[in-house]
Protein backbone atom coordinates (compact mmCIF):
# COMPACT_ATOMS: atom_id res chain seq x y z
CA UNK A 1 0.00 0.00 0.00
CA UNK A 2 2.89 2.38 1.00
CA UNK A 3 5.22 1.80 -2.43
CA UNK A 4 1.47 1.92 -4.15
CA UNK A 5 1.51 5.63 -2.38
CA UNK A 6 4.74 6.95 -3.33
CA UNK A 7 4.53 5.22 -7.25
CA UNK A 8 6.16 8.02 -9.33
CA UNK A 9 3.06 9.51 -11.82
CA UNK A 10 3.23 8.67 -15.34
CA UNK A 11 3.86 11.23 -18.00
CA UNK A 12 1.25 13.35 -19.13
CA UNK A 13 0.78 14.57 -22.73
CA UNK A 14 3.16 16.73 -24.07
CA UNK A 15 1.23 20.90 -23.47
CA UNK A 16 0.95 23.33 -26.69
CA UNK A 17 4.45 25.52 -27.43
CA UNK A 18 2.56 28.81 -25.96
CA UNK A 19 1.97 26.57 -22.62
CA UNK A 20 5.22 25.45 -21.94
CA UNK A 21 6.89 28.76 -22.43
CA UNK A 22 3.55 30.10 -19.61
CA UNK A 23 3.66 27.15 -17.12
CA UNK A 24 7.14 25.81 -17.14
CA UNK A 25 8.86 28.90 -15.20
CA UNK A 26 5.93 29.43 -13.40
CA UNK A 27 6.70 25.24 -12.09
CA UNK A 28 10.29 25.93 -11.71
CA UNK A 29 9.80 28.22 -9.11
CA UNK A 30 6.57 26.58 -7.57
CA UNK A 31 8.73 23.30 -6.61
CA UNK A 32 11.43 25.14 -5.72
CA UNK A 33 9.55 27.19 -3.40
CA UNK A 34 8.14 24.02 -1.90
CA UNK A 35 11.88 22.18 -1.46
CA UNK A 36 12.69 25.21 0.44
CA UNK A 37 9.74 25.20 2.60
CA UNK A 38 10.12 21.86 3.28
CA UNK A 39 13.26 21.31 4.06
CA UNK A 40 13.44 24.41 6.33
CA UNK A 41 10.51 22.25 7.86
CA UNK A 42 12.40 19.45 8.51
CA UNK A 43 14.74 21.15 10.40
CA UNK A 44 12.16 22.88 12.83
CA UNK A 45 11.68 19.54 14.55
CA UNK A 46 15.18 18.16 14.01
CA UNK A 47 17.52 19.21 16.59
CA UNK A 48 15.48 20.80 19.61
CA UNK A 49 17.61 18.91 21.63
CA UNK A 50 21.04 20.43 21.13
CA UNK A 51 18.83 24.05 21.48
CA UNK A 52 17.41 22.62 24.82
CA UNK A 53 21.62 21.67 25.83
CA UNK A 54 22.12 24.85 27.87
CA UNK A 55 18.47 24.12 29.82
CA UNK A 56 18.04 19.95 29.98
CA UNK A 57 18.87 18.83 33.40
CA UNK A 58 21.12 15.69 31.93
CA UNK A 59 25.06 15.01 31.27
CA UNK A 60 26.96 16.30 28.18
CA UNK A 61 27.02 12.22 27.80
CA UNK A 62 22.94 12.03 28.18
CA UNK A 63 22.40 14.45 25.76
CA UNK A 64 24.60 13.24 23.38
CA UNK A 65 23.35 10.18 23.48
CA UNK A 66 19.52 11.33 22.42
CA UNK A 67 21.32 13.55 19.67
CA UNK A 68 23.41 10.69 18.41
CA UNK A 69 20.66 8.00 18.32
CA UNK A 70 18.96 10.75 15.78
CA UNK A 71 21.44 11.11 13.93
CA UNK A 72 22.76 7.80 13.12
CA UNK A 73 19.04 6.76 12.20
CA UNK A 74 19.12 9.92 10.06
CA UNK A 75 22.25 8.68 8.11
CA UNK A 76 20.86 4.78 7.38
CA UNK A 77 18.01 6.59 6.50
CA UNK A 78 18.84 8.92 4.30
CA UNK A 79 20.86 6.49 1.84
CA UNK A 80 17.69 4.15 1.94
CA UNK A 81 15.57 7.29 1.43
CA UNK A 82 17.50 8.04 -1.01
CA UNK A 83 17.17 5.07 -2.63
CA UNK A 84 13.31 5.10 -2.45
CA UNK A 85 13.17 8.39 -3.16
CA UNK A 86 14.86 7.69 -6.58
CA UNK A 87 11.73 5.52 -7.69
CA UNK A 88 8.91 7.68 -5.79
CA UNK A 89 6.57 10.57 -6.32
CA UNK A 90 8.33 13.88 -4.57
CA UNK A 91 5.16 15.06 -4.61
CA UNK A 92 4.24 12.97 -1.79
CA UNK A 93 7.31 11.42 -0.36
CA UNK A 94 8.79 15.64 0.21
CA UNK A 95 5.45 15.88 2.74
CA UNK A 96 4.69 12.65 4.06
CA UNK A 97 7.99 12.36 5.90
CA UNK A 98 7.49 15.88 7.02
CA UNK A 99 3.91 15.42 8.31
CA UNK A 100 4.79 12.52 10.49
CA UNK A 101 8.69 13.99 11.88
CA UNK A 102 5.94 16.50 13.29
CA UNK A 103 3.29 14.21 14.67
CA UNK A 104 6.57 12.81 16.58
CA UNK A 105 7.64 15.70 17.80
CA UNK A 106 4.23 15.90 19.16
CA UNK A 107 4.14 13.30 20.78
CA UNK A 108 7.46 13.81 22.63
CA UNK A 109 5.92 16.49 24.07
CA UNK A 110 2.32 15.27 24.70
CA UNK A 111 3.29 12.00 26.10
CA UNK A 112 3.80 11.68 29.41
CA UNK A 113 7.28 10.68 30.40
CA UNK A 114 8.88 11.01 27.24
CA UNK A 115 11.24 14.57 28.62
CA UNK A 116 12.32 12.53 31.63
CA UNK A 117 13.32 9.19 30.57
CA UNK A 118 16.94 9.06 28.43
CA UNK A 119 16.01 5.77 26.87
CA UNK A 120 12.59 6.50 26.03
CA UNK A 121 13.83 10.51 24.40
CA UNK A 122 16.08 8.13 22.96
CA UNK A 123 14.06 5.82 21.40
CA UNK A 124 11.24 8.98 20.07
CA UNK A 125 14.71 10.82 18.76
CA UNK A 126 15.93 7.35 16.97
CA UNK A 127 12.03 7.50 14.64
CA UNK A 128 12.48 11.10 14.50
CA UNK A 129 15.75 11.19 13.00
CA UNK A 130 14.61 8.00 10.40
CA UNK A 131 11.65 10.47 9.20
CA UNK A 132 13.97 13.25 9.11
CA UNK A 133 15.85 11.22 6.30
CA UNK A 134 13.05 12.00 3.85
CA UNK A 135 13.87 15.59 3.51
CA UNK A 136 17.20 15.77 1.35
CA UNK A 137 16.54 13.35 -1.45
CA UNK A 138 13.70 14.59 -2.69
CA UNK A 139 14.95 17.91 -2.70
CA UNK A 140 17.93 16.56 -4.38
CA UNK A 141 15.65 15.01 -6.95
CA UNK A 142 13.70 18.00 -7.81
CA UNK A 143 16.60 20.09 -8.50
CA UNK A 144 18.09 17.51 -11.56
CA UNK A 145 14.78 16.96 -12.78
CA UNK A 146 13.82 20.64 -12.75
CA UNK A 147 17.44 22.71 -13.33
CA UNK A 148 20.09 22.75 -15.84
CA UNK A 149 23.31 21.66 -15.34
CA UNK A 150 24.81 25.16 -15.28
CA UNK A 151 22.56 26.73 -13.45
CA UNK A 152 22.06 24.21 -10.71
CA UNK A 153 24.58 25.62 -8.60
CA UNK A 154 22.58 29.01 -8.41
CA UNK A 155 19.31 27.29 -7.65
CA UNK A 156 21.00 24.56 -5.45
CA UNK A 157 22.27 27.23 -3.04
CA UNK A 158 19.16 29.08 -2.66
CA UNK A 159 17.32 25.80 -1.95
CA UNK A 160 20.32 24.89 0.77
CA UNK A 161 19.55 28.33 2.65
CA UNK A 162 16.88 26.64 3.88
CA UNK A 163 18.73 24.50 6.54
CA UNK A 164 19.97 27.73 7.69
CA UNK A 165 16.89 29.62 8.03
CA UNK A 166 15.24 26.40 9.52
CA UNK A 167 18.11 25.93 11.65
CA UNK A 168 17.84 30.07 12.82
CA UNK A 169 13.89 29.91 12.99
CA UNK A 170 14.43 26.47 15.41
CA UNK A 171 15.61 28.21 18.76
CA UNK A 172 12.85 31.41 18.47
CA UNK A 173 10.03 28.06 17.63
CA UNK A 174 11.38 26.30 20.68
CA UNK A 175 11.53 29.53 22.81
CA UNK A 176 7.91 30.33 21.62
CA UNK A 177 6.80 26.96 23.22
CA UNK A 178 8.64 27.67 26.38
CA UNK A 179 6.92 30.79 26.28
CA UNK A 180 3.06 29.85 25.85
CA UNK A 181 3.79 26.86 28.66
CA UNK A 182 3.95 28.88 31.80
CA UNK A 183 6.68 28.74 34.36
CA UNK A 184 6.42 24.81 34.98
CA UNK A 185 9.85 23.68 33.58
CA UNK A 186 8.69 20.39 32.49
CA UNK A 187 5.50 22.08 30.60
CA UNK A 188 8.38 24.14 29.19
CA UNK A 189 10.26 21.40 28.13
CA UNK A 190 7.51 19.37 26.97
CA UNK A 191 6.15 22.73 24.68
CA UNK A 192 9.30 23.34 22.77
CA UNK A 193 8.40 20.36 21.14
CA UNK A 194 4.93 20.09 20.23
CA UNK A 195 4.54 23.61 19.44
CA UNK A 196 7.68 22.74 16.70
CA UNK A 197 5.77 20.02 15.68
CA UNK A 198 2.39 21.31 14.90
CA UNK A 199 3.88 24.38 13.06
CA UNK A 200 5.42 21.35 10.60
CA UNK A 201 2.43 19.85 10.04
CA UNK A 202 1.01 22.80 8.46
CA UNK A 203 4.15 23.27 6.65
CA UNK A 204 3.62 19.58 5.24
CA UNK A 205 0.09 20.91 3.81
CA UNK A 206 1.56 23.20 2.18
CA UNK A 207 4.32 21.72 0.69
CA UNK A 208 1.99 18.84 -0.93
CA UNK A 209 -0.07 21.50 -3.20
CA UNK A 210 3.04 23.11 -4.27
CA UNK A 211 5.30 20.10 -5.35
CA UNK A 212 5.35 18.50 -8.68
CA UNK A 213 7.30 15.33 -9.26
CA UNK A 214 9.07 15.91 -12.78
CA UNK A 215 8.52 18.22 -15.49
CA UNK A 216 6.74 15.45 -17.64
CA UNK A 217 4.40 14.37 -14.88
CA UNK A 218 2.35 18.26 -15.70
CA UNK A 219 2.88 17.70 -19.70
CA UNK A 220 6.09 20.05 -19.63
CA UNK A 221 9.12 18.77 -21.85
CA UNK A 222 12.14 17.23 -19.56
CA UNK A 223 14.36 20.03 -18.38
CA UNK A 224 17.77 19.09 -21.07
CA UNK A 225 14.76 19.69 -23.95
CA UNK A 226 13.22 22.92 -22.39
CA UNK A 227 17.28 24.06 -21.69
CA UNK A 228 19.47 22.46 -24.34
CA UNK A 229 22.02 25.55 -23.84
CA UNK A 230 22.76 24.02 -20.40
CA UNK A 231 24.01 20.80 -21.82
CA UNK A 232 26.47 22.00 -24.07
CA UNK A 233 29.08 19.75 -22.62
CA UNK A 234 29.86 15.73 -22.59
CA UNK A 235 27.47 14.88 -20.15
CA UNK A 236 28.66 12.02 -17.53
CA UNK A 237 25.74 9.99 -17.98
CA UNK A 238 25.42 9.39 -21.78
CA UNK A 239 24.27 6.34 -22.80
CA UNK A 240 24.43 4.82 -19.59
CA UNK A 241 22.20 6.59 -17.89
CA UNK A 242 18.95 4.40 -17.59
CA UNK A 243 16.47 5.42 -15.85
CA UNK A 244 15.95 4.90 -11.99
CA UNK A 245 12.57 3.06 -12.51
CA UNK A 246 13.80 0.51 -14.74
CA UNK A 247 17.35 0.19 -13.85
CA UNK A 248 16.22 -0.73 -10.05
CA UNK A 249 17.47 -0.17 -6.87
CA UNK A 250 20.32 -2.95 -6.04
CA UNK A 251 21.35 -2.23 -9.84
CA UNK A 252 21.90 1.59 -9.53
CA UNK A 253 23.83 0.81 -5.83
CA UNK A 254 25.96 -2.07 -8.10
CA UNK A 255 26.32 0.83 -11.24
CA UNK A 256 26.79 3.70 -10.16
CA UNK A 257 27.15 4.15 -5.93
CA UNK A 258 30.15 1.32 -5.16
CA UNK A 259 32.42 1.23 -8.12
CA UNK A 260 32.47 5.43 -7.63
CA UNK A 261 35.74 6.15 -5.72
CA UNK A 262 35.55 10.02 -5.94
CA UNK A 263 32.18 9.57 -4.29
CA UNK A 264 33.20 7.80 -1.91
CA UNK A 265 36.40 10.27 -0.94
CA UNK A 266 33.39 12.68 -1.15
CA UNK A 267 31.21 11.08 1.69
CA UNK A 268 34.24 10.50 3.86
CA UNK A 269 34.97 14.19 3.33
CA UNK A 270 31.03 14.56 4.73
CA UNK A 271 31.87 12.96 7.42
CA UNK A 272 34.79 15.22 8.54
CA UNK A 273 32.79 18.38 7.69
CA UNK A 274 29.65 17.17 9.97
CA UNK A 275 32.04 16.97 12.70
CA UNK A 276 32.77 20.73 12.94
CA UNK A 277 29.27 21.31 11.73
CA UNK A 278 27.51 19.51 14.51
CA UNK A 279 30.57 19.81 17.22
CA UNK A 280 29.95 23.49 16.91
CA UNK A 281 26.47 24.18 16.48
CA UNK A 282 24.66 21.38 18.66
CA UNK A 283 27.48 22.44 21.54
CA UNK A 284 27.43 26.04 21.48
CA UNK A 285 24.57 26.52 23.82
CA UNK A 286 26.32 24.02 26.43
CA UNK A 287 29.73 25.66 25.69
CA UNK A 288 28.16 29.19 25.94
CA UNK A 289 26.58 28.33 29.22
CA UNK A 290 28.97 26.31 31.00
CA UNK A 291 31.48 28.45 33.54
CA UNK A 292 34.79 29.17 32.79
CA UNK A 293 35.79 26.94 36.07
CA UNK A 294 34.37 23.93 33.83
CA UNK A 295 36.33 25.63 30.50
CA UNK A 296 32.74 27.11 29.05
CA UNK A 297 32.40 30.83 28.26
CA UNK A 298 29.88 31.29 31.07
CA UNK A 299 27.01 33.09 30.13
CA UNK A 300 23.87 32.82 30.69
CA UNK A 301 21.12 30.18 29.54
CA UNK A 302 18.77 32.12 26.97
CA UNK A 303 21.75 33.74 25.63
CA UNK A 304 23.28 30.80 25.25
CA UNK A 305 20.16 29.32 22.77
CA UNK A 306 21.31 32.64 20.93
CA UNK A 307 24.35 30.81 19.87
CA UNK A 308 22.43 28.05 17.95
CA UNK A 309 21.02 30.84 15.47
CA UNK A 310 23.72 33.23 15.18
CA UNK A 311 25.97 29.98 13.76
CA UNK A 312 22.68 29.36 11.52
CA UNK A 313 22.78 32.99 10.31
CA UNK A 314 26.17 32.85 9.46
CA UNK A 315 25.60 29.72 6.67
CA UNK A 316 23.58 31.64 4.93
CA UNK A 317 26.48 34.01 4.15
CA UNK A 318 28.40 31.36 3.85
CA UNK A 319 26.59 29.54 1.33
CA UNK A 320 25.91 32.28 -0.87
CA UNK A 321 29.44 33.22 -0.80
CA UNK A 322 30.51 29.56 -1.65
CA UNK A 323 27.99 29.03 -4.70
CA UNK A 324 29.27 32.31 -6.32
CA UNK A 325 32.87 31.77 -5.53
CA UNK A 326 32.35 27.96 -6.69
CA UNK A 327 31.24 29.46 -9.86
CA UNK A 328 33.35 32.77 -10.57
CA UNK A 329 36.46 32.07 -9.48
CA UNK A 330 36.94 27.87 -9.43
CA UNK A 331 34.83 27.07 -12.17
CA UNK A 332 32.49 24.71 -10.84
CA UNK A 333 35.44 22.91 -8.43
CA UNK A 334 33.56 22.50 -5.43
CA UNK A 335 37.32 20.37 -3.81
CA UNK A 336 38.99 23.54 -4.37
CA UNK A 337 35.74 25.48 -3.29
CA UNK A 338 35.71 23.47 0.19
CA UNK A 339 39.77 23.80 1.10
CA UNK A 340 39.63 27.75 0.68
CA UNK A 341 36.39 27.58 3.51
CA UNK A 342 37.95 24.91 5.55
CA UNK A 343 41.23 26.64 6.06
CA UNK A 344 39.50 29.54 6.88
CA UNK A 345 37.20 27.56 9.61
CA UNK A 346 40.19 25.90 11.49
CA UNK A 347 41.68 29.18 12.15
CA UNK A 348 38.20 30.49 13.32
CA UNK A 349 38.09 27.66 15.53
CA UNK A 350 40.98 28.11 17.34
CA UNK A 351 40.09 31.76 18.08
CA UNK A 352 36.51 30.73 19.28
CA UNK A 353 38.37 28.42 21.94
CA UNK A 354 40.48 31.44 23.37
CA UNK A 355 38.03 33.64 23.45
CA UNK A 356 38.64 34.73 27.53
CA UNK A 357 35.33 33.68 29.22
CA UNK A 358 32.39 35.84 30.58
CA UNK A 359 29.43 37.60 29.55
CA UNK A 360 31.45 40.65 28.93
CA UNK A 361 32.62 38.89 25.80
CA UNK A 362 29.33 37.29 24.58
CA UNK A 363 29.09 39.58 21.66
CA UNK A 364 32.45 38.51 20.13
CA UNK A 365 31.70 34.52 20.87
CA UNK A 366 28.49 35.50 18.49
CA UNK A 367 30.59 37.23 15.96
CA UNK A 368 33.02 34.35 15.82
CA UNK A 369 29.53 32.18 15.39
CA UNK A 370 28.60 33.64 12.70
CA UNK A 371 31.71 33.60 11.14
CA UNK A 372 32.56 30.02 11.71
CA UNK A 373 28.55 29.00 10.31
CA UNK A 374 29.99 31.01 7.07
CA UNK A 375 32.98 29.30 7.18
CA UNK A 376 31.63 25.46 7.63
CA UNK A 377 27.79 25.92 5.56
CA UNK A 378 29.60 26.68 2.31
CA UNK A 379 31.17 23.03 2.51
CA UNK A 380 28.47 21.46 4.17
CA UNK A 381 26.54 22.62 1.01
CA UNK A 382 28.85 21.40 -1.49
CA UNK A 383 28.53 17.63 0.17
CA UNK A 384 25.11 16.81 -1.59
CA UNK A 385 25.31 18.72 -4.50
CA UNK A 386 28.80 17.29 -5.70
CA UNK A 387 27.60 14.11 -5.10
CA UNK A 388 24.74 14.79 -7.53
CA UNK A 389 27.01 16.02 -10.34
CA UNK A 390 29.27 12.49 -9.61
CA UNK A 391 26.05 10.27 -11.20
CA UNK A 392 23.69 10.60 -13.49
CA UNK A 393 20.91 11.87 -12.27
CA UNK A 394 18.81 9.08 -12.08
CA UNK A 395 21.10 8.09 -9.24
CA UNK A 396 20.91 11.47 -8.24
CA UNK A 397 18.99 10.77 -4.66
CA UNK A 398 21.36 7.73 -4.10
CA UNK A 399 24.60 9.45 -4.17
CA UNK A 400 23.46 12.24 -1.66
CA UNK A 401 21.86 9.81 0.25
CA UNK A 402 25.14 7.86 0.62
CA UNK A 403 27.21 10.75 1.61
CA UNK A 404 24.68 11.97 4.22
CA UNK A 405 24.97 8.19 5.56
CA UNK A 406 28.14 8.88 5.92
CA UNK A 407 27.77 12.85 7.21
CA UNK A 408 25.56 11.93 9.69
CA UNK A 409 26.75 8.06 10.85
CA UNK A 410 30.27 9.24 10.49
CA UNK A 411 30.44 12.82 11.34
CA UNK A 412 27.00 14.21 13.82
CA UNK A 413 27.43 11.28 15.70
CA UNK A 414 30.86 11.67 16.94
CA UNK A 415 30.07 14.92 17.44
CA UNK A 416 27.48 14.32 19.37
CA UNK A 417 27.76 11.33 21.41
CA UNK A 418 32.17 11.19 21.12
CA UNK A 419 32.27 15.21 22.15
CA UNK A 420 29.47 14.60 24.99
CA UNK A 421 31.65 11.71 26.48
CA UNK A 422 35.17 13.71 25.66
CA UNK A 423 33.34 16.80 27.59
CA UNK A 424 32.82 14.94 30.29
CA UNK A 425 35.87 12.93 30.77
CA UNK A 426 38.34 15.18 29.31
CA UNK A 427 37.14 19.00 28.92
CA UNK A 428 36.41 21.16 26.07
CA UNK A 429 40.17 21.32 25.12
CA UNK A 430 40.23 18.03 24.16
CA UNK A 431 37.04 18.63 21.95
CA UNK A 432 38.81 21.43 20.31
CA UNK A 433 41.53 19.50 19.00
CA UNK A 434 39.54 17.05 17.90
CA UNK A 435 37.97 19.72 15.67
CA UNK A 436 41.09 20.84 14.03
CA UNK A 437 42.14 17.29 12.85
CA UNK A 438 39.01 17.02 11.33
CA UNK A 439 39.54 19.81 9.46
CA UNK A 440 42.49 18.87 8.03
CA UNK A 441 41.06 15.54 7.14
CA UNK A 442 38.43 17.11 5.37
CA UNK A 443 41.10 18.94 3.02
CA UNK A 444 43.00 15.98 2.26
CA UNK A 445 39.46 13.97 1.27
CA UNK A 446 38.13 16.92 -0.77
CA UNK A 447 40.40 17.26 -2.98
CA UNK A 448 40.99 13.03 -3.23
CA UNK A 449 37.57 13.63 -4.45
CA UNK A 450 38.12 16.49 -7.25
CA UNK A 451 36.79 15.53 -10.40
CA UNK A 452 38.12 17.51 -13.77
CA UNK A 453 35.80 16.69 -15.76
CA UNK A 454 33.23 18.15 -13.95
CA UNK A 455 34.49 21.56 -13.97
CA UNK A 456 33.55 24.19 -16.30
Not at 76 to 96: A, H, Q, T
Not at 177 to 185: F, Q, S, Y
Request: hydrophobic share 50%.
Amino acid sequence: MFKKLLAPPGKKPLLPAAEIKKKYPRYRMQVLLSIFIGYMGYYFVRNTTSILSGILKMSATQIGLISCASFVAYGVSKFVMGLVSDESNSKIFLPIGLLLSGLVNILIGVLPNIVTSVWLFTIMYLINGWLQGMGYPPGARTLVYWFGDKERIKYSTLWNLSHNVGGALAPALAGAGLAIAGTNPLSQTKAAYWFPGLVVCVLAVLVYFLQEDTPESVGLPAIEDYKPEEYNRKKKESKTDVPAQQLGIGETVKTYILPNHKLMWASLYGAFVYILRYGIVSWAPKFLTTSAAEGGKGINSAAGMGGFSFFEIGGIVGMLLAGYISAKIFKNSKPLTNVAFLIIAIILIGVYWFIPAGQEYMLLDYAILILLGCAIYGPVMMIGLYAMELVPKSAAGAASGLTGTFSYIGGAAVATLLIGVIVDHFGWAAAFVLFGFSGIAAIICTLLSRDKSLEF
